[in-house]
Nanobody, 124 residues
């Protein structure tokens, strides 16, 4: 069983920054893409960012491009999401997930394991 533990969420004012971390118990961590998704109240879960197994490829949702950065440290089995210039519309529960393969993808159906989520609240 793969376990994912997210941390780093919290409350910030608009324009502020947060850095989320997700530690995974996944064997051969570097063989799998990782992704971040979020779900706001009353909305469906949406893609935020993804990174390939080596970290060489990254993709972002248009809504966060230029403000968020995904990265990973395969020696620590950890993926990060640096969030800058936060906006109230970024308020959501953020989830990390382990992909089914090496390639980065925004498709949530090919992520097999999910964390419990961490709350991010941005006030105006």
């Amino acid at each position: 069983q793969v376990r994912l533990v997210e941390s780093g969420g919290g409350s910030v004012q608009a324009g502020g920054s947060l850095k989320l971390s997700c530690a995974a118990s996944r064997r051969s961590f570097s063989s799998y893409a990782m992704g971040w998704f979020r779900q706001a109240p009353g909305k469906e879960r949406e893609f935020v960012a993804t990174i390939s197994g080596s970290g060489g490829s990254t993709y972002y949702a248009n809504s966060v491009k230029g403000r968020f950065t995904i990265s990973r440290d395969n020696a620590k089995n950890t993926v990060y999401l640096q969030m800058n210039s936060l906006k109230p519309e970024d308020t959501a529960v953020y989830y990390c997930a382990v992909g089914r393969s090496y390639s980065a993808t925004s498709n949530p159906s090919v992520y097999d394991y999910w964390g419990q989520g961490t709350q991010v609240t941005v006030s105006s």
